[in-house]
């Protein structure tokens, strides 16, 4: 059975740091795409990070390069989105999701996991 677990969310300062995770079962994740997303009240879900079979990541929100990193631990069968110099519009419930293909793109997401929630503010 396919699951994915996030965990790591929390309530951070502006500027501040969080590393989300997103432990998968079920499957070898180090030879599927994985892509975090984020949903905010109000608003559609965007995608935020992908990272592919090799290892290569990529940014689809613009609002997040330079600041968003996303890496894997094949070991640990986990997924990291490290968020760095955190804003108030980054505030959302993050997801992780596959589809079970190697490549970001294209992808039609089948699994997703329930979320953790990311509160920016002071």
């Known amino acids: 059975q396919v699951q994915l677990v996030e965990s790591g969310g929390g309530l951070v300062q502006p500027g501040g740091s969080l590393r989300l995770s997103c432990a998968a079962s079920?499957?070898?994740?180090?030879?599927?795409?994985i892509g975090w997303f984020r949903q905010a009240p109000g608003k559609e879900r965007e995608e935020v990070l992908c990272?592919?079979?090799?290892?290569?990541?990529?940014v689809y929100a613009d609002s997040v390069e330079g600041r968003f990193t996303i890496s894997r631990d094949n070991a640990k069968n986990t997924v990291y989105l490290r968020m760095n110099s955190l804003k108030p519009e980054d505030t959302a419930v993050y997801h992780c999701a596959t589809g079970l293909v190697g490549s970001c793109s294209p992808q039609t997401y089948k699994y997703w996991g329930q979320g953790t929630q990311v509160t920016v503010s002071s």
């Open positions: 990272i592919n079979r090799r290892y290569g990541g990529t």
């Open positions: 079920g499957f070898t994740l180090d030879s599927y795409a």
